[in-house]
């Protein structure tokens, strides 16, 4: 098959999509091309944090100046995503007061607002904190849900002429000179080949950039940082929880609806792909964020994951925690003499608007189109459903016990009304696709009981594989790398109940 677009985009993280709405909101088509799902990289392997620039204020003030103008405008455009939990850096004797008094004048600097709270004030607000703590210093950070912000910038620039690529792989490039004249895709579901002519392209590959350059005969400098980490099963923390001092492994607590996020580590990781999260890793995790909540020792975890952070070295540095956050927009034109590339790396998840607009002001300019961006100004769909957990929790409530109807996942109760009408809605290609759509299979049992219910209604509406068997199986698989690094305890027993129940009635 042979497409043709003005702009070809590689890669369907938030930076990718981000820059799909951008250039469809000045009028500009393009294809968005992605080897499996949106969200399959660092956009679906983060810790949800919606950075007010406070963590990075003393180390990396551009980068914290970026990430709380950017935290703004996304509080006003992308409202269904966010919980505006606020968050709290907390001084213990330990860290002493020293770095206290620096991040204060650092956020000052950078005008990120602050309120320096007492001992008694904070546990008011966290009664779950470590009562040996010094102060806290409150700050705009927030929880944002990075697969709902990703599918409604996908859904708006679907609206206005953007097309897209999943489970899409390019196998080749072909050069014309100074010029990469079309590229070869291949289908990975159904096998059909593509050439895409383009008369622009943009590497927004994240940590994969360099594999994607690599087809172009080009190499930039990106360490590759793994971060892993690990959720409970339970809500411990309203705000998200720092430890004041400079970023350090297992310094932060994210909340995430009904569970939080315990992170993150920062080690050079092996390849793009190394996702491993290792013993010492989960060890460390718990024994540093439970020095801020000492209830994560005897909480259950249901989950450790982690995420490569493409972070790119303009020169040598020694340690990751000391490369900039910032991100890189690369002319490869003006870099490489390849003028129809564009390369755009590193960031945050909370930047990826930010990233989106450069990179389109710079596909206008090469284009010769006086197009202005209009991101930071519209409002993503749903943007006027109410974000607080509460009030979200309690409609559900009300839906689900009003109607009386079938329940798919009873953990974070997922009716299987809403599973059928995206089915229909939604051109999805694998079962991992739903899931990424829903919060089916991310709640306590992490799919243990909810995934054969959905199997068996994709049997009844004759939407699975012959063997169903098969997805049950690449489910569980998937399943089972994060569950592997946590097993003990309850969530040892628990997982023994679970393989029980799939041995006995699926053979499995």
Sequence with gaps: MKLKTEVLIVGGGATGVGISRDLSLRGISSLLIEKGDFTSGASGRNHGLLHSGGRYAVSDPAAARECFSENKILRRIASRCIEQTDGLFISFPEDGLDFRNRFLKACEEVGIPTTLLSRDETLALEPELNPNLLSAIKVPDGAINPFAL?????????????????????????????????????????????????????????????????????????????????????????????????????????????????????????????????????????????????????????????????????????????ISRGFTLIDHDKRDGVKNLITITGGKLVTYRLMAEKTSDLICQ??????????????????????????????????????????????????????????????????????HRTRLAKGTCQGGFCVYRLIGMLHELKMADKDSNKILKRFLEERWKGIRPILWGTSLKEEELIESIYKGIFNL
């Design 150 to 322: 990703v599918l409604d910038n996908a859904r708006d620039a679907e609206k206005y002429g953007a097309k897209f690529a999943l489970h899409t792989e390019i196998t080749s490039l072909v050069m014309d000179k100074d010029r990469i004249k079309a590229v070869q895709g291949k289908d990975l579901i159904t096998g059909e080949e593509y050439s895409i002519e383009a008369a622009f392209l943009i590497n927004a590959t994240g940590a994969w950039a360099n594999q994607f350059l690599q087809l172009a005969g080009l190499h930039i400098n990106l360490a590759l940082s793994k971060g892993s980490m690990l959720i409970t099963n339970q809500r411990l923390n309203q705000k998200v929880i720092n430890r004041c001092r400079f970023p350090s492994d297992g310094d932060i607590i994210v909340p995430n609806e009904t569970t939080s996020v315990l992170g993150t580590t920062s080690v050079r990781a092996e390849g793009v792909e190394d996702f491993e999260v290792t013993s010492p890793e989960v060890s460390l995790l718990i024994q540093e964020t439970e020095k801020m909540i000492p209830a994560i020792q005897g909480t259950r975890l249901i989950r450790a994951y982690a995420g490569i952070r493409p972070l790119f070295q303009s020169e040598k540095t020694g340690q990751d925690r000391e």
């Design 366 to 435: 090469k284009m010769g189109i006086q197009a202005s961006c209009s991101t930071h100004l519209k409002s993503l769909p749903g943007s006027t459903e109410s974000p607080e957990l509460k009030e979200r929790l309690k409609k559900m409530g009300q839906s689900i016990w009003g109607d009386a109807g079938e329940i798919l996942c009873d953990c974070e109760l997922i009716p299987r009304e809403e599973v059928e009408r995206l089915l229909k809605e939604e051109k999805l290609k694998d079962l991992q696709d739903l899931l």
